[in-house]
């Protein structure tokens, strides 16, 4: 797979693990896990990425006696997952396209 464009599914995928609630990046890899696998020398990037675009935000916060960063979406993140949806559905046609049977016309 095309490296910017798995990239970009990666940043949707964390952007939609936290969609409904915030979350830290343990729980993040642990509830992406069914579905892809990201380690977190690959998510940490991710998600200061993430932040810089201003599509999530971060928040320290005390937990067990040691400070966790919980992430949460914005209203800018919400807004490139629902993006990423009218693409997709524009690659669907597109794979549709490529991988339709041959028409014979004889």
């Known amino acids: 797979m095309d490296v910017q464009m798995k990239r970009g ?3 949707v995928c964390v952007l939609a693990a936290i969609r409904d609630e915030p979350s830290y990046g343990y729980r993040i890899i642990k509830d992406m896990k069914p579905y ?4 977190e020398s690959t998510l ?3 998600l200061r990425r993430l932040e810089t675009a201003d599509l999530l935000t971060v928040q320290v916060a005390e937990h067990n006696g040691r400070l ?3 992430y949460t979406i914005t209203a ?3 807004g490139r997952i629902e993006a990423f949806r009218r693409e997709w ?3 669907v046609r597109m794979y549709r396209f490529v991988t339709k049977e041959e ?4």
Do not use: Q
């Open 9 to 11: 599914l990666l940043d």
């Open 36 to 39: 892809v696998e990201i380690s």
């Open 44 to 46: 940490y990037p991710i």
């Open 68 to 70: 966790r960063k919980y």
């Open 76 to 78: 800018e993140g919400r």
């Open 89 to 91: 559905e524009e690659m």
């Open 103 to 106: 028409v014979s016309y004889e």
